[in-house]
């Protein structure tokens, strides 16, 4: 299994943006993917998840109601859309992934597979 997230950037305070995931070696369906991402000098923080069908999700606190996780398991990709974007949210943004069969590690994991994870610079 690997992943790779993508579309990072730099973005003023305010706006909007996709991360998306791309997920191969297996079928996308089977897995419940995780975004988490990990701030300068700061540990690694869970932002949120979706069930393999999509049709559950999770998210903290901080990101609820800005962010939507999805999926679309045709495409064997999902997605972090980020609205409303804050220099708080300014991190490298990690998407990971776990077997549906572990279904008691929902949400918060422990996740097996990791991307190489993407910047997200918010200036505000």
């Known amino acids: 299994v690997q992943l790779q997230a993508s579309g990072g950037g730099l973005m003023q305070a305010g706006a909007s943006l996709k991360l998306s995931c791309a997920f191969s070696?297996?079928?996308?369906?089977?897995?419940?993917m995780g975004w988490f991402r990990q701030a300068p000098g700061k540990e690694r923080e869970f932002v949120g998840a979706?069930?393999?069908?999509?049709?559950?999700?999770y998210y903290v606190d901080s990101v609820k109601g800005r962010f939507t996780i999805s999926r679309d398991n045709a495409k064997n990709t999902a997605y972090l859309q980020m609205n409303s974007l804050k220099p708080e949210d300014t991190a490298v943004y990690y998407c990971?992934?776990?077997?549906?069969?572990?279904?008691?590690?929902?949400?918060?994991?422990?996740?097996?597979?990791w991307g190489q994870g993407t910047e997200v610079t918010v200036s505000s």
């Open positions: 990971a992934a776990y077997t549906k069969q572990l279904g008691t590690r929902w949400p918060h994991g422990p996740y097996d597979y």
């Open positions: 070696g297996r079928a996308l369906s089977s897995y419940v």
């Open positions: 979706t069930d393999w069908t999509g049709s559950r999700t």
